[in-house]
């Protein structure tokens, strides 16, 4: 069984990762923890390896070597149907939104809830596909197509799409990137409603400092394929390394 | 030895696409069947390619009939029309043709779908959603391919021999049943079974390579692009090639 973390246990461990595409080291002993409740921004160079890091966090990537502890389990060992039953607790949002666009925003939504065999009744489905996309401030596009949405519009569906299993976990990648400031800063303010409204803990990956500002609890950097500093964002911007300064002038 | 850089690429391409296929059968025949996804498949790839298909197989004919007619009157065995129309369409020309008209439509086609779901990471959401993709993607698409291209083919070869039909009227008045009567003397079944056996393979080959380049459809738009232009090239190559390993295999069998 899938154990709750208590409140101090990390839901997310992940050690020594190591990751490498033919003789490119992209994450190289990549060490860090993810609390309840708590919001954690990676931060990285374009490149530097953070969408690889949370593709292996779902299982997408295999890594090289290391271990990736969620909510008390091994993804890594896992088998398939158990990695699957994980799946469900951890939302994704891809940095390309990933909206199935040959459907509309109902089937967009419903297609994980169908597919995972999660077992309620029409009615109840219906009215999580309503509660969601009233919770992402989008009720009225349910019959439209995903190419009839403006960008950040696209990426508040994908992140309701990623809400619809109640997950415990999200792992947001870059949700501000290519959107313009004021649709950038409502998405932090979604990014932050979402953890009161349904209890998450979050890894954010982004280099977009204002949305890291607004929703870090905690950041690590990640250079050469490490987490090379951790801290607040206050603790970092103040950090004299040059590797942290960069990222905050 | 040394093998040169172009073979290398194409033996790697050769293996990939081996084990491509392999991983088709494998897939195909473990449950649970994606039965829904492969119905609207059918209706997708089948269906929407009836009227490109009908119009092309209509002129075929048409254009057969009035092009052979001269050489024929010439050798004086006008007579002999429907049964060259009916032999041509039935065992090469209708096949052929149509599963070509077929991998420019749903070749291409399927081979930028599956590419842009690919570039827009729709393929790993499809993954975390309790989704195998290579299942509901790859193995209802290639399976629609395989079974509706032959129906395609037979719809084709009868439109085609109405064509014929009027092609055959436009210099001569002759009766339908007559016409009808001819080219169904001519055919024997083992003209009609190797040529239809043959269409499984070239909806097998079209499905398969559409969404072979598709599901492997390398970063960027671009990279769309040339899946589905390299989706129709090689997969209008397998049909001629696997025409010519047909031709060799009915003609070891002796069923010609
Ligand atoms: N499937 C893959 N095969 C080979 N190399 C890959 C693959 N995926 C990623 N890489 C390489 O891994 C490195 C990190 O890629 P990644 O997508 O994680 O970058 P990123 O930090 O998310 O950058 P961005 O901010 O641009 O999204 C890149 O050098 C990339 O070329
Ligand atoms: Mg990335």
Redesign the pocket.
Known sequence: MVQTAENNNPVITITNLCKA??K?R?LDNFSITLDQKENVVVL??????????I?CIIGL?APDSGSINVLGEEILTMDHDTLDKMRVRIGFLF?SNALYDSMTVRQNLEFPMRRHWIEISQKEAEDRVKEVLENVGLAHTIDMMPSELSGGMQKRIALARTLILKPDIILY??PT?GLDPVTGKEISNLIKQVRETYNTSSII?S?DMKCVKATADRIGV?INGQCYAQGSYADLAASNDKNVNQFFE | MEIPKAGKVFLTEAGALSRFTGWFFHEAFRPRYEWREFIRQCFMIGFKSLPLVALTGFIMGLVLTMQLRPTLVDYGVEARIPAMVALSIVREIGPVITALIFAGKIGSGIGAELGSMRVTEQIDAMEVSGTNPYKYLVVTRVAAATVMLPLLVIMSDAISLYGGYLGVNISAITSFDLYITQVFDTLHFSDLLPAFIKTFFFGFAVGLVGCYKGYNSSKGTEGVGRSANSAVVLSSLAVFIIDLLAVQITDILGIN
């Open positions: 595409f033919g490119n992209v990285g160079r374009s490149g530097s390896g953070k969408s690889v890091l593709k990537l940095q990648d870059e990137a990956i280099h990640l």
